[in-house]
């Protein structure tokens, strides 16, 4: 069974940076696209970035802004957020998740797109 496991979350201040990563096991990892979703406290779930299972494609929402960073080390069965100049407004639980890629540029924005979740690692700005 596929399974996903986040780390790098924390207390940060704004304008820091930090790198968010997650380990597959379980799974066959070239044949998924990753995707970063976040949640605030209050708010649905909502997609961050995206990478294809090559790392050819990506998608992002509008608020990343060129500040966040995915990429994917397929040897290493792991992806990575990098985030830098973080703003208070990032606090929320990150997810990371990995969807079945249906072609090399398949990087899905949709949550329902993905089959498996990790745990989520909580993310803290400060003012």
């Known amino acids: 069974q596929v399974q996903l496991v986040e780390f790098g979350g924390g207390l940060v201040q704004a304008g820091d940076s930090l790198r968010l990563s997650c380990e597959m096991s379980?799974?066959?990892?070239?044949?998924?696209?990753m995707g970063w979703f976040r949640q605030a406290p209050g708010k649905e779930r909502e997609f961050v970035v995206a990478?294809?299972?090559?790392?050819?494609?990506?998608s992002s929402a509008d608020f990343v802004e060129g500040r966040f960073t995915m990429s994917r080390a397929n040897a290493k069965n792991t992806v990575s957020l990098q985030m830098i100049s973080v703003k208070p407004e990032d606090t929320a639980v990150y997810y990371c998740?990995?969807?079945?890629?249906?072609?090399?540029?398949?990087?899905?924005?949709?949550?329902?797109?993905?089959?498996?979740w990790g745990q989520g690692t909580q993310v803290t700005v400060s003012s």
């Open positions: 990478v294809s299972r090559n790392g050819g494609s990506n």
């Open positions: 379980g799974g066959t990892f070239n044949r998924y696209a």
């Open positions: 998740a990995a969807a079945l890629a249906v072609g090399r540029t398949y990087a899905p924005t949709q949550s329902r797109d993905y089959s498996f």
